[in-house]
């Protein structure tokens, strides 16, 4: 049966209960009366991995602009993750960076965020989320199909069918029992995850799917869990153990977790997967430009098992090159742009994402303030299209090292941008200016470009010259 609840009031609707889902319906909670969050899944009341995010198994980085935004949208955040465990660490003090074949500088630095488990971190938000009076629940609920208005100008809902023949509303157990096919809203808001179905949707409406791109450096994952050994007390809190393609596509980041527990991803490009057997991982390890990895945790305890994720394609929809908008619908997080995860990017987009539909929401109150949406869709993913762009130029440009990767040939940025990138890495084992820039790069901080300031350019170029100069 429809949904007849009577509410009055504004009302949005977000598909997805992942954290760029999540964040961006704490956003809407300040511009609408009523927002329903749809998943697929029984949303767990504990800190657990879920069926719909199977790459919660493996290290998840909340990169510093991440972690300012998080707390920006939810003041004190920073001390319940600290309360549950989260390890403060500082970028540039805390972590040994191999790359390039040398170790890069360790300083202090104001490039501080927090590492935590992946499930730890989407609970305390999902907790903080549901604290709003505004906001109900459909768990285990497939969105099938847009509903729109008789012009198909404007979204009014969706079509929904439940798993199970059942759809629950988790903040109100008395109404579980009620079986809902549509649910109806002013806005709908897609943040259903690189599996995306929103072109069908937006194509069976008579709408354009938006052109897409994908970059495969066929990337695969091995991760296990290992409880920090008491009597090793490292220099550093987490190891970064970069490929250095084309000549190794192999590579390895560990970070402690709560719990006093260390988490390991292995990771090799090019179809040069990590094995997820006990001494195929750890002979992995070894095979590593430095032991420091395998010499951490060859002595300790494992606590998981060894789980493998090889869905690390670049995928990007340009909704913003849409020849027109339904109004009324926006897509943002991995549905719009997923990145490939080794680069840790993914979780802070989303709350860039966040941050960009605030913004497009408060601007639109201000040139219609009787609570019209038109054009808000089309300002909207031309904003999130152009706060993309650097992320997905990294990633990518990363990922166009290796001469296997699948996307087409590198576009002229990254060609042009690659080489010297590549002197910065390398001058960073020396300067610390450098590595600071690359970091605030790395983190979004900042843009590309600052990598060539005057005071980074300079040593970059001496040090090339340096370089010919031995070579000579």
């Known amino acids: 049966m429809r949904d007849r609840s009577g509410h009055e009031g504004s009302q949005a609707i977000v598909i997805g209960a992942s954290i760029a889902g999540l964040l961006a319906a704490r956003v809407l909670a300040d511009h609408f009366d009523r927002i329903t969050i749809i998943d697929r899944d029984q949303l767990p009341q504990e800190p657990e991995v879920r069926a719909a995010v199977p790459q919660a198994r493996h290290i ?13 949208l939810f003041p004190g955040i920073e001390n319940e993750l600290a309360a549950e465990g989260a390890t403060s ?6 972590t040994g960076w191999f790359t390039f074949g040398a170790w890069k500088p360790r300083f202090p630095s104001d490039l501080t965020s927090q590492l935590c488990s992946r499930a730890l971190l989407e609970w305390i938000i999902r907790r903080r989320v549901a604290g709003s009076s505004k906001i109900r629940w459909l768990a285990e609920c497939d969105v099938t199909a847009l509903l729109t208005d008789a012009h198909n100008g404007h979204v009014t809902g969706v079509r929904l069918r439940a798993r199970g023949g059942r759809s629950q509303r988790l903040n109100n157990p008395a109404e579980a029992h009620e079986d809902l096919d549509e649910a109806y809203a002013d806005l709908v808001v897609n943040a259903s995850g690189r599996d995306s179905r929103a072109a069908e949707w937006l194509t069976s409406v008579g709408y354009p799917a938006p052109q897409e791109t994908r ?60 094995p997820t057997d006990a001494a195929g991982f750890l002979e992995f390890a070894r095979s590593l430009p430095t032991p420091v990895v395998y010499n951490a945790i060859q002595h300790a305890s494992a606590v998981t098992s060894i789980h493998g994720y090889r869905r690390t394609e670049n995928v990007r929809r340009y909704y913003e090159q849409l020849p027109k908008f339904l109004e009324g619908f926006i897509t943002l997080g991995d549905a719009v742009c997923a990145f490939n995860p080794v680069y840790g990017q993914g979780m802070t987009v989303a709350a860039l ?3 960009a539909l605030d913004e497009c929401l408060r601007a639109q109150r201000r040139w219609h303030p009787a609570g019209d949406l038109d054009g808000l869709a089309e300002r909207f993913q031309k904003q999130l299209g152009r706060l993309v762009a650097t992320p997905w130029l990294l990633a990518t440009g990363e990922d166009f090292r290796y001469p296997t990767t699948d996307g087409g040939p590198p576009p002229l940025a990254t060609r042009i941008l690659r080489p010297y990138v590549d002197q910065v890495l390398v001058t960073a084992a020396e300067n610390r200016q450098a590595h600071q820039a690359f970091l605030e790069v790395v983190h979004l901080m900042k843009p590309p470009s600052a990598l060539f300031k005057r005071s980074i350019l300079v040593p970059v170029l001496a040090q090339l010259v340096r370089q010919r100069w031995r070579r000579s």
Not at 89 to 94: H, L, R, S, V
């Open 60 to 72: 998840h980085v909340l990169l510093v602009r991440g972690q300012q935004l998080l707390e920006w």
């Open 215 to 274: 970059v495969n450096a066929f990337l695969g994952y091995a991760s296990c869990c290992y409880r920090r050994p008491e009597d090793l007390q490292p220099e550093w809190k987490a190891l970064v153990v970069s490929a250095t393609p084309p000549s190794s596509s192999r590579g390895a980041v560990l970070v402690p977790l709560e719990g006093e527990r260390w988490l390991v991803t292995l990771a090799g490009a090019a179809r040069d997967y990590p």
């Open 353 to 355: 994402g966040a941050k």
């Open 89 to 94: 660490i500082d970028w540039a003090a805390d």
